[in-house]
């Protein structure tokens, strides 16, 4: 599986709709797209999630339910230990 930060910029810097949307509906990924932790800064402005997918177009489709109220940046990312087998393979 394809690992993904998740960047979101509440639009406005305004938390309230977003948790709102998410209170009401939940997280509304769609199967196949695991959600795994997140993290928002203390000004309530954005939000860090780590995603992963088989199939980047799940989140392209759950970031479409969310763009009214959210600016998206995503980059693909690996973990500390596939990165430094990348850098300096032990074989």
């Known amino acids: 599986m394809a690992t993904y930060m ?3 910029h509440f639009r406005g ?7 709102e949307r998410f209170r009401e509906h939940g997280r509304m990924a769609p199967d196949g797209l695991v959600y795994l932790a997140s993290w928002v800064d203390e000004g309530l402005t954005r939000c860090w ?5 088989d199939d980047p177009i799940l989140l392209e489709d759950w970031m479409t339910q969310w763009r009214d109220l959210v600016d998206f940046e995503v980059y693909p990312v ?14």
């Open 6 to 8: 998740v960047i979101e």
């Open 49 to 53: 999630q780590v995603m992963e997918t």
């Open 13 to 19: 810097g305004n938390a309230k709709p977003v948790y």
């Open 78 to 91: 690996l973990g500390s230990a596939e990165a430094a087998e990348r850098v300096l393979p032990t074989n």
